[in-house]
């Protein structure tokens, strides 16, 4: 509003028009140049020339004053108000110039500034539209009336003789306005339930964004424990290098073998001496020498006398240095021992056999529990991204981890209706096509099981166990290096089932397939022995 009246302000009383080149009387009224200037030329001949807004007479022609802050206002006026002048529709009673249409009247084909709106019929009959409009698609084609009516049976606009004497006649008919009010609530009804899926699909977002955040800070936290983890193992493994070298420096130090040693020598040179006195004794050929020589009895007997004392002492010098040494390395490995465990306990949070199923793997009909060890069939599908991992035909799983060595076993328990299947396979199993399905190929085994029947089943080839089978809990048994999958029945006692044999490849992982029910992973362990 304050934008029309303003705009008011700057029409020209002359043209009614938007100033143009605005110049401006002694009397301070402005005016268009050329509109100033014609009137004036007619008041030439009267010699009497006056104002046409307030009607002062100036005694000679008056100078035209150009109104330079009057055009810069206009022109940022203008400028800021380019919707105006952008569908490029022009007043039609404005002949003089082209002023911007505000409006369109259908009835009288004629678009309207916004002062010739002001003065327009408003009677039902001329109907206002945007200037944009086309005048002529509001026509019928045909009989170039204007479009009054809706053809429910053909969808479509027509006019009144189009109603009455075309090829409309006798269709149910509506009015614009009432056709159009049904379209609009059955828009907005679309719009309501658009609106409805908006927010679904927004509160989902949040969710997944919500749990994109905690795996975030959960994995931040675990990549902060493993470091921690490691600094202290690197610590706790430079101090124990620290103290075993400071062991046998202080080792090396209090040795007394260099006393011992510097001992034995004087006694080997004592030796020598008594042994170079004794053989020239034996080269002599007077055999009164050789008897008037002092008794050399302490001189032929080397192994009596205080030898004995040093070797022995020497002996037990030696393995208590030894002794010390080996208690050393004992501690050594003992520490090493606990650091490891330390390890274990600190990045495994399962026990080293344990069983997680590998949801990237998983077919968008099974659901995975919080835990990684139950999968159910369900009719919901899961909407997970479709990967080269995951299988796309069977509704199966297969575990996190392999098993490459050993002899390693694991538990399922089985819904008691419906059915299921549970094995092993190698990684390169296909995730399409009938040879992704366990069991049906030379990289799976599998133990199947449909209400009460059981079989086993390896590149496509099925044994029917013949014996019933009551329990349903089972065992699945490997041993990697023997190449032996065995599978029993968890009854009291333990039950035998069947025992495939191959020779292993590649690591092996547990795989279920469930299309009824569900199947659990009770738990596993290493290094099992066959049952009797």
Request: proline letters at 3%; glycine letters at 6%; one cysteine or more.
């Amino acid at each position: 509003m304050a934008s029309s009246a303003l705009r008011a302000e700057l029409d020209c009383s002359i043209c009614l028009s938007t100033y143009t080149d605005p110049v401006m009387l002694r009397c301070g009224h402005n005016f268009c140049r050329l509109c100033i200037d014609r009137v004036l030329d007619t008041q030439d001949q009267s010699g009497v020339y006056s104002c046409p807004e307030c009607r002062e007479e100036f005694q000679v022609r008056p100078v035209l004053m150009r109104d330079i802050t009057l055009r810069n206002i206009m022109e940022n006026l203008l400028s800021s108000q380019p919707t105006q002048t952008q569908t490029g529709i022009s007043c039609t009673y404005c002949v003089d110039s082209l002023v911007p249409a505000v409006k369109s009247c259908l009835h009288c084909e004629a678009s309207l500034c916004d002062k010739h709106l002001r003065v327009h019929s408003k009677s039902p009959e001329h109907v206002l539209c945007d200037p944009g409009t086309d005048l002529e698609k509001r026509k019928c084609s045909v009989h170039k009336e204007l479009l009054k009516y809706y053809c429910t049976n053909d969808a479509t606009c027509i006019c009144v003789s189009c109603s009455l004497a075309g090829e409309h006649r006798g269709h149910r008919v509506e009015m614009l306005d009432e056709a159009s009010e049904k379209k609009k609530k059955k828009l907005r009804n679309v719009l309501q339930k658009l609106i409805t899926k908006r927010e679904e699909t927004e509160e989902r977002v949040q969710s997944l964004e919500e749990s994109r955040r905690k795996a975030q800070e959960k994995a931040s936290g675990e990549a902060e424990r493993v470091t921690a983890l490691f600094i202290d193992i690197r610590r706790r493994l430079d101090d124990l290098e620290k103290k075993i070298l400071s062991e046998i420096s202080r080792q090396e130090k209090q040795r007394p073998l260099s006393a011992v040693i510097q001992k034995l020598e004087i006694k080997k040179a004592e030796l020598s001496m008594k042994m170079r006195h004794i053989e020239e004794l034996c080269n002599m050929t007077d055999p009164l020498t050789v008897l008037q020589e002092p008794d050399t009895g302490d001189l032929c007997d080397p192994e009596e006398g205080g030898g004995d004392e040093d070797t022995g002492g020497h002996d037990r010098q030696r393995h208590d240095v030894d002794d010390r040494d080996v208690a050393v390395i004992s501690d050594t490995l003992h520490t090493l021992c606990d650091i490891i465990s330390g390890i274990r306990s600190g990045i495994y949070v399962a026990v080293p056999a344990d069983i997680l199923l590998d949801v990237n793997t998983a077919n968008n009909s099974v659901h995975i529990s919080d835990d990684l060890k139950t999968a159910t069939w369900t009719r919901e599908e899961q909407n997970r991204p479709e990967t080269a991992e995951r299988f796309q035909d069977y509704s199966q799983v297969i575990s996190r981890r392999g098993f490459t060595s050993g002899r390693h076993y694991w538990d399922v328990e089985g819904s008691r209706s419906g059915g299921w299947m549970v094995g092993m396979c190698y990684p390169s199993i296909d995730r399409r096509g009938r040879q992704s399905y366990i069991g049906c190929n030379n990289k799976s085994w599998s133990l199947y099981r449909y209400n009460t029947q059981h079989s086993v089943i390896h590149d496509s080839k099925e044994i029917q166990l013949p014996d019933k089978i009551s329990s349903d809990r089972f065992r699945i048994c490997l041993d990697y290096e023997a190449g032996q999958l065995s599978f029993y029945e968890l009854c009291d006692p333990i039950r035998h089932l069947h025992t495939f044999t191959a020779t292993f490849t590649e690591p092996l992982h547990a795989v279920l397939c469930v299309w009824e029910g569900s199947i659990k992973i009770l738990g596993g362990g290493s290094n099992w022995e066959k049952p009797s």
